[in-house]
């Protein structure tokens, strides 16, 4: 675990970003937030806490709850804790300029924590909009490479689970 990318890609002079540092906390609920990034790409941030940062990965479309949806997610430089309150603009000229806002929070319980590094992460999430189980699966790098940013965002099948209406696709298009 390391904020070294975070504070290297940030100009803390000019970004209303947190610095932030590694924060273990014991005996406390895992925490997640998703935040809705209006970069040069809209996305949102999905970020789940493990081992005193935030696990982050981008994900265009946005989550679905529809089981049958496969969601890119890209992942990025683990963050700081203190960036899950973060909503604001950042400005034109820094890494991700563009508005935040925090689009869902909650907390959430891995089945597994070894799931971050052999690349199957199951987990439950307790926020306002995503709720029940899901899947991170990353995508095997391409033959030759060692890309392993890539992983599909997956709901699982349960009382939670929607189809996919097309309100809720115009939205992601948004
Ligand atoms: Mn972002």
Do not use: C
Not at 75 to 93: A, K, L, M
């Amino acid at each position: 675990m390391s904020l070294k990318l975070y504070t290297k890609k940030r100009k803390f002079k000019e970004t209303p970003e947190p610095r932030g540092k590694i924060l273990k906390r014991k005996n406390k609920s895992l925490v997640f937030v998703v935040q809705k990034h209006q970069a040069s790409h809209l996305h949102y941030d999905l970020r789940l806490e493990k081992d005193g940062v935030m696990k982050s990965w981008a994900v265009p479309k946005g989550p679905s709850m529809d089981p049958s949806v496969k969601r890119l997610a890209m992942q990025v430089e683990d963050h700081p804790i203190s960036y899950n309150t973060f909503e604001g603009i950042i400005p034109e000229g820094n890494y991700g300029a563009g508005v935040v806002k925090i689009w869902d929070k909650g907390i959430y319980a891995p089945l597994d924590p070894r799931g971050f590094h052999t690349g199957e992460l199951k987990f439950v999430m307790y926020g306002k909009k995503l709720k029940g189980g899901f899947a991170l699966v990353r995508i095997k790098p391409k033959e030759g490479t060692d890309d392993k940013r890539h992983w599909l965002l997956i709901k699982e099948r349960d009382e939670y689970a929607k189809k996919n209406t097309k309100k809720e696709k115009t939205k992601s298009k948004r």
